[in-house]
């Protein structure tokens, strides 16, 4: 794990970590009196992505999603039959709780799901799910607060301005927002006393969507002369032998093969990253 140190003291007007300068006022300002200031929420912010998914943190994304969306289905598909009576109620703000709920239920079931950031270990990649502004740095680096949990962190690819300290950002589940913690930045303050926070960069996660919502709608030759009549539901292990599902074959498209599960969720994963045994299964439906 990475870890960068900053010592703040009076004799110097700057620190540096990375490509990023942090004047000593502004973390002082930052860790010691600016904490957790109310001032409502805000638009005024923009995430833009250090990078796209390596190869390892898409493995990384991939058990995430399936790890999680089986129980984000359940809590929508539950909240909408336990109030089943919103649909038709007289009341516009239950209906428009029905409709919000259905547009969540949806979004949990389309290619475009992320799941959530839910804890701060290097590796973990995810949607933050709610994100306080707690300080405003040069070059893209911003104190915050993610998760429900409230984790403190740092995150670089978020730009805003001091304006918005203390507010929270107007995000939701459906937004195109994912951050990888990719290592800390511990720092001493003039006080002496010493922190340590995750850091968070922000990553482009649109890609690899985009690959998983065109091998979903539109098959190509390959895949349907590979896809059998009749389907089996099996279970599918990825290389490392770690991760697992039950799902049956629904497609093979420019070295992905594409699982349809239980749920009817779809998804699409490399066949390098497959099991020798899945390859060799999925060799046999092109025979």
Request: hydrophobic share 35%.
């Given at each position: 794990?990475?870890?960068?140190t900053?010592?703040?003291?009076?004799?110097?007007?700057?620190v540096?970590f990375?490509?990023?300068?942090?004047?000593v006022?502004?973390l002082?300002?930052t860790?010691?009196?600016?904490?957790?200031?109310?001032?409502?929420?805000?638009?005024?912010f923009?995430?833009?992505?250090l990078?796209?998914?390596s190869?390892?943190a898409?493995?990384?994304?991939?058990a995430a999603?399936?790890?999680?969306?089986?129980?984000?289905?359940?809590?929508?598909?539950?909240?909408?039959?336990?109030?089943?009576?919103?649909k038709?109620?007289?009341s516009?703000s239950d209906?428009?709780?029905?409709?919000?709920?259905l547009?969540r239920?949806?979004?949990?079931?389309?290619?475009?799901?992320?799941?959530?950031?839910?804890v701060m270990?290097?590796g973990?990649?995810?949607?933050?799910v709610?994100?306080k502004?707690?300080?405003v740095?040069?070059d893209g680096l911003t104190?915050?607060?993610?998760?429900r949990d409230?984790?403190?962190?740092?995150?670089?690819?978020?730009?805003?301005n001091?304006?918005?300290d203390?507010?929270?950002?107007n995000?939701?589940e459906?937004?195109?927002?994912?951050?990888?913690?990719?290592g800390?930045?511990?720092y001493?303050?003039v006080?002496g006393?010493e922190r340590?926070?995750p850091v968070?960069?922000?990553v482009?996660?649109?890609?690899?969507?985009?690959?998983?919502a065109?091998?979903?709608?539109?098959?190509?030759?390959?895949a349907?002369s590979?896809t059998?009549?009749r389907?089996?539901?099996?279970e599918?292990?990825?290389?490392?032998?770690?991760?697992?599902?039950?799902?049956?074959?629904?497609?093979?498209?420019?070295?992905?093969?594409?699982?349809?599960?239980?749920?009817d969720?779809?998804?699409q994963?490399?066949?390098?990253k497959?099991?020798k045994?899945d390859?060799?299964?999925?060799?046999?439906?092109?025979?």
């Open positions: 794990m990475r870890v960068t900053l010592f703040l003291t009076l004799v110097f007007s700057a540096s990375g490509q990023t300068t942090v004047p006022e502004s002082n300002r860790i010691q009196n600016r904490l957790n200031q109310p001032t409502g929420n805000t638009d005024n923009e995430f833009k992505p990078r796209i998914l190869e390892d898409e493995t990384r994304y991939i999603i399936e790890a999680q969306r089986p129980n984000a289905i359940l809590e929508a598909t539950n909240f909408l039959k336990r109030n089943a009576s919103y038709r109620s007289a516009e209906r428009n709780i029905y409709k919000r709920w547009e239920l949806q979004y949990r079931q389309s290619t475009n799901f992320r799941p959530k950031l839910t270990q290097e973990a990649i995810g949607h933050p709610s994100l502004i707690l300080q740095m040069p104190r915050a607060e993610v998760g409230k984790h403190e962190v740092f995150i670089k690819g978020l730009y805003t001091s304006n918005s203390g507010a929270w950002a995000i939701e459906e937004d195109e927002i994912v951050l990888e913690v990719s800390q930045l511990s001493a303050t006080l006393n340590t926070l968070l960069d922000v482009d996660v649109a890609p690899f969507h985009e690959r998983l065109e091998a979903t709608k539109r098959p190509s030759r390959e349907r590979a059998p009549t389907y089996e539901l099996r599918w292990t990825d290389a490392t032998g770690k991760y697992k599902v039950r799902a049956v074959f629904a497609g093979l498209a420019s070295g992905s093969v594409t699982l349809k599960k239980e749920d969720s779809v998804m994963i490399p066949l390098e497959l099991s045994g390859n060799e299964y999925v060799e046999s439906l092109r025979q």
